[in-house]
Each structure stands twice: as structure tokens, then as C-alpha cells.
């Protein structure tokens, strides 16, 4: 997303010291939100996080060919 936005490439923890350096943290709730829609979330990770993730894995399938294509 980096990259598309901005056009820059980073590593995951070049993303990492950038956010720490800004003033963000790794946090994990300490507990679930009250107002959790667990019927929107399974939606979502359907619909939109597949959108998401088609780009990453067409790109990976390259990996492990030789200059002949095979």
C-alpha cells in the first residue's frame, strides 16, 4: 500500500521504525470491542481482503523459474 500511495519502497521493518519513530506501537487489545459486528467483519474479509491479497499472490507466482520458463 506504501509503495501504490507514495511511491516508495520499504521493508517490513523499515515500516516498523518508521511508525516507532512517529510515535506508533505494536498494541493487541486488551480485550474485544463491545460494539464488535462479527456478521460485518466475516463480510469484509470475503468481499475486500481478497482484493487485497490477489495482487501479492499473482506477483509471487515468478518465483522459482529459470530463464527458459520452465
Do not use: N
Request: one cysteine or more.
Amino acid at each position: 500500500m506504501i509503495g501504490r500511495r507514495f511511491h516508495q519502497s520499504y521493508t517490513i521493518q523499515g515500516v516498523r521504525k518508521l511508525l516507532i519513530r512517529h510515535g506508533f506501537s505494536c498494541r493487541i487489545p486488551a480485550s474485544r470491542a463491545l460494539e464488535r459486528d462479527d456478521e460485518a467483519i466475516t463480510g469484509w474479509v470475503k468481499e475486500t481482503w481478497t482484493q487485497v491479497e490477489a495482487p501479492r499472490r499473482r506477483s509471487a507466482g515468478g518465483r522459482g523459474h529459470d530463464a527458459a520458463g520452465s
